[in-house]
């Protein structure tokens, strides 16, 4: 009984001084915090009573709050007043104004219309792509940058304005009534039946409401007798993280834990379920994933991996693990903070870089010693740390570098393919099928001869590496007794824009293909033609058309040499 009664002692001991140092502790945080505010506060009023100038106390005291959220994760974004508008559309995807892409044109020194959204006050009215913007009602728009346009365009839903504009194939000035209203992005630009009964679904986002256009457009496939689906979230970096649980609760039975938040706070630690029955737990999925597919994109395909539910294919995702809340703010401003990380159903979490803006912005990844293995429903091996690891890897086709300049709107642009895509649509008032169209070799043909003609001028890489290999050498002392050998390799690199022109055809056909035909069709036009060039896609329905591909590629590893065991008694 002694020992019972002196170990019970020595631990009453031990608690009280555990929870005497978390005190000091939390005492000392408090002081610091204190400290630190009331030194702010009064650096603040001896620079506002006695600084040579007027201080602007909006942008000192928002750039003092910037920076110290720099200190902290890229999520963590302060919003005054005038920019909580922003953080709305980010969050709704919706805004209101005439449903317009813009840019800016470096040659003309101007904006003008890429794209008008379909079905939306710009295209209703007959805009155009490649239309100067001039003026905004009484406002002249020439010479101004796209922030100063974009500002002016945007206004309260049900206002009315004048836009003039020139357009460029007739080159006469023209004026456009346009009502202002809620402009939504579209979350599914497209969706169709394939050959062979292959679903296609593109989601772009994830903004409020988007699972009942991803449910409107399944439902309606499965009537036309879609018997597969490829879900593509490719370049989709998120959004909500219910509509995420609403899609996946699409594919999935009730009652199965998705996701768990956990952060500082007991409060914001949740659960999220699934809650409803599922529309089909049984047809074939690939979900398309890229090194942009983040936040509520990862939840998806994440979960429907860990529930072994769909095949995830293309390249790894971004890894964004964090959840962000938006809070009010004193004087109308709002601030979007990051408060808990999410765990998928394996248990996983996918962030995968160092997410603290530390050294200037330097992001540094998990390296996958550090990861830990995790498995899915029916035990197949998983890893945190790294984003969702597709179980196919197919790479996508790589822009060359004479892609880039061409499309460009940089300092040295030329707007060569601009103004070639806006003479192809002068002399084309329709063009195939958007499924299928792509311009041909003449047409090619003839933009080669525009490149050539205009001046067009681009640095190639190949250039670049040389000449840093040169500087290397000459500092190392090896260049002289190479130099024979750098010069015939110059030679042999030399410039020639005609030669890179046909080398590059079939890429550069590609890109001029998706420009006009976005410009016919609207973005469902280019979603939907893009699928002819696109290798995961082609390697996606490969999958789908063959069953026993699919069901192996979802076994675990002990199963598939089980399976391959099998096959060699067989023999």
Not at 23 to 36: G, L, M, P, R
Not at 41 to 57: C, E, F, G, P, Q
Not at 156 to 171: C, H, K, M, V
Not at 215 to 229: E, H, I, P, T, V
């Amino acid at each position: 009984m002694r020992k019972i009664f002196l170990s019970f002692t020595l631990f009453l001991l031990t608690l009280g001084s555990t929870v005497t140092a978390q005190n000091n502790v939390n005492k000392e945080h408090n002081f610091d915090v204190a400290k630190n505010l009331e030194t702010f506060s009064a650096i603040y009023k001896y620079l506002d009573l006695m600084y040579v100038d007027t201080l602007n106390a909006d942008e000192v005291v928002g750039n003092g709050i910037n920076y110290m959220l720099r200190s902290l994760d890229p999520y963590t974004v302060y919003y005054p007043e005038d920019k909580v508008k922003d953080l709305d559309m980010m969050i709704s995807g919706k805004y209101a104004g005439i449903g317009a892409l813009i840019r800016y044109n470096l040659v003309l020194k101007n904006v003008v219309i890429d794209e008008p959204y379909e079905n939306m006050p710009a295209a209703e009215v007959g805009l155009k792509k490649g239309d100067v913007i001039l003026s905004i009602g009484d406002s002249s728009m020439v010479g101004k940058d796209v922030s100063y346009v974009s500002n002016h365009l945007r206004g309260d839903a049900g206002t009315t304005f004048i836009l003039t504009i020139q357009r460029p194939s007739t080159n006469k000035k023209m004026k456009f009534k346009i009502t202002r209203r809620a402009i939504q992005l579209p979350s599914v630009p497209y969706y169709g039946v394939q050959e062979n009964g292959v679903g296609y679904i593109d989601l772009n986002s994830f903004t409020t409401d988007c699972s009942k256009d991803v449910r409107r457009a399944f439902l309606d496939m499965k009537k036309q007798g879609m018997k597969s689906l490829v879900f593509d979230l490719r370049n989709n970096g998120g959004g909500s993280l219910q509509e995420a649980i609403n899609i996946v609760n699409m594919f999935v039975p009730k009652g199965l834990t998705l996701v768990k938040t956990k952060g500082k706070l007991e409060r914001v630690n949740k659960e999220y379920k699934t809650t409803v029955e599922p529309i089909d737990t049984v047809i074939p999925i690939v979900v398309l994933v890229n090194g942009e597919t983040a936040s509520a994109s990862e939840i998806t395909s994440g979960s429907l991996q860990d529930l072994d539910r769909a095949v995830i294919l293309g390249t790894r995702t971004y890894g964004k693990g964090l959840v962000q809340v938006s809070m009010e703010l004193p004087y109308n401003g709002s601030l979007k903070l990051t408060t808990s990380k999410y765990y998928i159903p394996s248990g996983r979490c996918i962030q995968a870089i160092n997410y603290k803006h530390s050294n200037g912005g330097y992001i540094e990844h998990v390296p996958d010693s550090l990861t830990h293995v995790f498995h899915t429903a029916d035990g197949r091996e998983v890893r945190d740390g790294g984003g969702i690891k597709p179980d196919i890897e197919v790479q996508p086709d790589s822009l060359p570098n004479i892609a880039f300049y061409l499309a460009s709107t940089g300092r040295d642009s030329t707007e060569v393919m601009w103004n070639w895509e806006l003479k192809y649509i002068k002399t084309h008032p329709t063009i195939a099928p958007a499924k299928d169209f792509v311009i041909s070799d003449a047409d090619y043909e003839d933009f080669k001869q525009a490149v050539l003609k205009s001046g067009f001028k681009y640095d190639r890489e190949s250039k670049k590496f040389l000449e840093s290999l040169e500087k290397l050498a000459k500092f190392e002392g090896y260049y002289d007794d190479a130099k024979p050998e750098f010069e015939a390799l110059e030679k042999k690199l030399s410039h020639n824009l005609a030669k890179d022109l046909d080398y590059n055809k079939q890429t550069l056909k590609k890109v001029l293909t998706s420009d006009l035909v976005s410009a016919y069709y609207y973005q469902r036009g280019s979603v939907q033609n893009s699928l002819q060039f696109d290798k995961q896609w082609k390697r996606a329905v490969e999958v789908l058309q063959n069953p026993t591909e699919y069901r192996n590629i979802l076994q675990p590893s002990s199963s598939k040499k089980g399976t391959e065991a099998s096959k060699t008694t067989l023999r």
